[in-house]
């Protein structure tokens, strides 16, 4: 079955720490990647999109992610996080030629002022 | 910048109650999809939605599920009798683009639903 794997569920980091979360999905064709960030109270908002190109691909607030296709890897990185990145992070997959998003479970990231 | 909107934020019904669950997708789009989350467990796709047709749909999404456009503006999802296990927060999206995998979701607040 198609599946998306965050394998860090609570995160905690220092101001100034660098980030990963990984992302890994099992589906053998194309894909289209995202990551999302829902704030405290807030909706999902998109953080950086993958459909082609550049397997390094650059969103918001200074994140960015990189695609390996070998690994069916999507990890999501920044060099220097913030108090307000505190937030959760959701990594989703689209099947090309289909219209849902697999989502994984989410991770939680604290960041200590 | 635009929005999808969701209405209302929160609902408590019955078992056994229909609800429905309005949304406002971003007014340029044409594709309309709903979500639920169930607390603690991952968003899970319901349907997509495409030129008055329902385009995909997860086989969660049974006979109980219904979605319509019933205007130019609002993309609903009407759940017929409602079981204790349908509580969770559903979510509203929606995207331009032309066809499956074309361009990007952008989600709605969500409503979360409570079955008592």
């Known amino acids: 079955a198609q599946s998306v794997s965050q394998h860090n569920h609570h995160v905690i980091l220092s101001e100034a720490a660098s980030l990963e979360l990984g992302c890994n999905y099992s589906?053998?064709?194309?894909?289209?990647l995202f990551w999302y960030v829902q704030y405290p109270g807030q909706h999902l908002q998109l953080l950086l999109k993958y459909f082609s190109g550049d397997p390094l691909v650059k969103g918001i607030k200074g994140f960015e992610a990189e695609f390996i296709k070998s690994k069916f890897s999507f990890n999501l990185r920044k060099p220097s996080v913030q108090w307000s990145d505190t937030a959760e992070y959701f990594c989703?997959?689209?099947?090309?030629?289909?219209?849902?998003?697999?989502f994984g479970t989410g991770t939680r990231l604290k960041v200590l002022a | 910048e635009p929005e999808v909107t969701q209405t209302p934020s929160h609902q408590v019904t019955q078992m056994g109650q229909e609800v429905i669950l309005r949304c406002v997708p971003i007014s340029n789009h044409l594709y309309f999809y709903w979500y639920r989350q169930i607390l603690g467990q991952k968003v899970e796709f319901l349907v997509s939605?495409?030129?008055?047709?329902?385009?995909?749909k997860s086989e969660i999404f049974d006979d109980q599920f219904s979605v319509e456009r019933p205007d130019g503006s609002n993309f609903t999802l009407k759940i017929r009798s409602t079981k204790l296990e349908d509580s969770a927060m559903y979510f509203c999206?929606?995207?331009?683009?032309?066809?499956?995998?074309?361009?990007?979701?952008?989600f709605g607040p969500g409503t979360r639903l409570t079955v008592l």
């Open positions: 589906y053998g064709g194309t894909v289209n």
């Open positions: 989703a997959v689209n099947p090309s030629g289909t219209y849902k998003y697999i």
């Open positions: 939605f495409y030129n008055n047709e329902i385009s995909e």
């Open positions: 999206a929606s995207s331009g683009g032309a066809g499956p995998s074309t361009d990007t979701q952008y």
